[in-house]
C-alpha cells in the first residue's frame, strides 16, 4: 500500500511539473489610476513586427490572427482595416498606402472617432518569441495597461502559437478588467 501510494505521489508530481514547464510566462501591468472598465470598443493597431522565419506568419496574417483572437473575449474589437477604412472614407487619408510612421499618426489622431482605446502589439522575435501589448486611450494616448507573454522555446512561430498568445491577452484584459469593476464596486 505504501508503494501504491508512493508512485501515485511520485505521478501527480510529474504531471503538475509538466502542465507548469509547459506554460507561457506572462505579466501584466495596470497603470496606477488608469481606468480600464470604461473601455467599450478596443481598436488594433497595425503590429510591429518583422517576419524572422519564412514559415511564420507575415505582418497582414498576425493582424488577421490579432483580430480574430477577439473572438474569446466579450470586447466589441475594430480591426487595424476596419479603422483605416473609416479614416479613409471620413478623412480621404488611406494610412494602408502611407509608411509605418506616418500612418501610426494619422491612427492616433483618429482611432478616437471608433474606439475608447487602442491596443499596440509588438513582436519580438529572439529565442522565445514575446508578444507585448500596450493598451492606450484614445485621444490622450495614455498608456493604460500592459500584457507580455513569452511563448515556449519548444513553440515555432506559427499561426497556432500566435493566435494563443493573441488569445491569453484577451483573456487576461477582460479579467483585469472585471478585476478593476469589482474594487470599484467594493468602494
Same mark, same amino acid.
Given at each position: 500500500?505504501k508503494?501504491i501510494?508512493?508512485l +501515485?505521489v $511520485?505521478c501527480?508530481?510529474? @504531471?503538475?511539473?509538466t502542465?507548469?514547464s509547459?506554460?507561457n510566462?506572462?505579466?501584466e501591468?495596470?497603470q496606477e =489610476?488608469?481606468? #480600464?472598465?470604461s @473601455?467599450?470598443?478596443l481598436a488594433?493597431?497595425?503590429?510591429?513586427y518583422?517576419q524572422?522565419d519564412? !514559415? &511564420?506568419?507575415?505582418?497582414?496574417e498576425?493582424s488577421k490572427?490579432f483580430?480574430?483572437?477577439?473572438?474569446?473575449s466579450?470586447?466589441s474589437?475594430?480591426?487595424?482595416n476596419t479603422?483605416?477604412? %473609416? @479614416?479613409?472614407?471620413?478623412? %480621404?487619408?488611406? #494610412?494602408?498606402?502611407? !509608411?509605418?510612421?506616418?500612418? &501610426?499618426?494619422y491612427?492616433?489622431e483618429?482611432v &478616437?472617432d471608433?474606439?475608447?482605446?487602442?491596443v499596440?502589439?509588438? $513582436?519580438?522575435?529572439?529565442?522565445?518569441?514575446?508578444f507585448f501589448? !500596450?493598451?492606450?486611450q %484614445? =485621444? /490622450?494616448?495614455q +498608456?493604460?495597461? /500592459?500584457y507580455?507573454?513569452?511563448?515556449n522555446?519548444? *513553440?515555432?512561430?506559427?499561426?497556432?502559437t500566435f493566435n494563443?498568445?493573441? *488569445?491569453q491577452?484577451?483573456?487576461?484584459? *477582460?479579467?483585469?478588467? *472585471?478585476?478593476q469593476?469589482k474594487?470599484k464596486?467594493?468602494?
Amino acid at each position: 500500500m505504501k508503494n501504491i501510494m508512493r508512485l +501515485l505521489v $511520485v505521478c501527480l508530481m510529474l @504531471i503538475m511539473g509538466t502542465q507548469v514547464s509547459f506554460a507561457n510566462s506572462d505579466e501584466e501591468t495596470l497603470q496606477e =489610476g488608469a481606468d #480600464i472598465t470604461s @473601455i467599450h470598443r478596443l481598436a488594433l493597431a497595425m503590429p510591429l513586427y518583422q517576419q524572422v522565419d519564412k !514559415d &511564420a506568419p507575415d505582418k497582414a496574417e498576425l493582424s488577421k490572427i490579432f483580430y480574430d483572437a477577439s473572438r474569446v473575449s466579450r470586447l466589441s474589437v475594430a480591426s487595424y482595416n476596419t479603422v483605416a477604412d %473609416s @479614416i479613409n472614407s471620413t478623412k %480621404s487619408i488611406d #494610412i494602408l498606402a502611407l !509608411d509605418r510612421r506616418t500612418a &501610426a499618426k494619422y491612427f492616433k489622431e483618429d482611432v &478616437a472617432d471608433y474606439a475608447n482605446a487602442y491596443v499596440v502589439l509588438t $513582436v519580438a522575435n529572439n529565442s522565445r518569441t514575446t508578444f507585448f501589448f !500596450d493598451v492606450y486611450q %484614445s =485621444g /490622450t494616448n495614455q +498608456l493604460l495597461y /500592459t500584457y507580455k507573454i513569452q511563448a515556449n522555446r519548444s *513553440e515555432k512561430d506559427s499561426i497556432a502559437t500566435f493566435n494563443t498568445l493573441c *488569445e491569453q491577452f484577451y483573456k487576461h484584459f *477582460e479579467r483585469a478588467v *472585471e478585476a478593476q469593476l469589482k474594487e470599484k464596486n467594493k468602494n
